[in-house]
């Protein structure tokens, strides 16, 4: 029988390891934000690409993996600053590689594989090439980390009622409303000092609950592909979807209000 303070050291060094690997994530995250072109486009791609990797395995269709990161492979190579970039062509592409997967594998979830990978790597290409663009996806990216971080100390401090445990037991209300407080903050902060627009601040809170949702929907495919992690490329965090599942829902949905803006903005 191990004793309880045995336990304390290895989660100590848990909770370093995962610390010391989430700043290096988010110093490279932000670095290639910063520098934008082909340096977003390449962390992209690898992002989009281990995503369908790691979709590809919990959906069963392991064995069509690299049918799936092949077809995904051309609108990521039409999003780059040398092709067309974040255009319609690279949404149609999507939406053409998708179909490829659907008729050659003959599974809907490997082809939802596409569009799951596929559509927050457009957004965030299309979000930095905007005007004030490098402000946009800094914020995008820090909602999402502020939720995840507020959520996971709130929930361990508070516990309290599970926010739904029939997909992820560890989840709590807590959680929720401490990594919703959090991103409001964060989001607070860069209107004050950054120049965020405040209607950001306010669509930062259902963009919060909506990376949760990511974050649950990610925990339900790995309850039912009988998985801890969607993977184990990062040590302390597991895969590329435990890293992104908050930022995969949001990303497209930050696009798309900014492509309403932009269109508000011409009438």
């Known amino acids: 029988m191990v004793e309880p303070a045995a336990s304390v050291p290895g989660k100590a060094n848990e909770l370093q390891t995962r610390i010391i690997v989430g ?23 690898l992002m989009a ?8 395995r919990l959906t069963g269709r392991l064995g069509s993996r690299m049918l799936a990161m092949y077809a995904l492979s051309v609108p990521l190579a039409i999003m780059s600053p040398w092709a067309a970039g974040p255009s319609f062509l690279a949404l149609g592409l999507i939406i053409g590689a998708a179909m490829f997967v659907a008729v050659f594998d003959r599974s809907l979830k490997l082809a939802a594989g596409v569009f799951y990978a596929g559509l927050p790597a457009l957004a965030i290409i299309y979000i930095r090439d905007i005007d004030n663009g490098i402000l946009i996806v800094f914020w995008t990216l820090a909602l999402v980390w502020a939720t995840d971080i507020g ?31 959090l991103t409001a903050a964060v989001s607070y902060f860069l209107h004050l000092y950054w120049g965020l627009p405040f209607y950001l601040v306010l669509l930062s809170i259902p963009l919060a609950v909506l990376a949760q949702m990511g974050d649950l929907f990610e925990s339900w495919l790995k309850r039912k592909a009988g998985a801890k992690d969607s993977g ?21 949905v930050v696009a798309l209000i900014m492509i309403a803006e932009n269109l508000s903005a011409l009438s």
């Open 232 to 252: 184990a490329i990062f040590p302390g965090h597991g895969g590329v979807m435990d890293r992104l599942d908050g930022l995969i829902p949001v990303a497209p």
């Open 23 to 45: 700043v290096i994530l988010i110093v490279a995250a932000v670095l290639a934000e910063y520098f934008g072109g082909i340096f977003l486009w390449l962390l992209v791609v």
């Open 49 to 56: 690409l281990g995503i369908m990797s790691e979709w590809a």
């Open 151 to 181: 959520a996971y100390f709130s929930g361990r401090a508070i516990g309290g009622p599970k926010l739904a445990p029939q997909y992820s037991p560890n989840k709590t209300w807590a959680g929720l409303i401490g990594g919703v407080a």
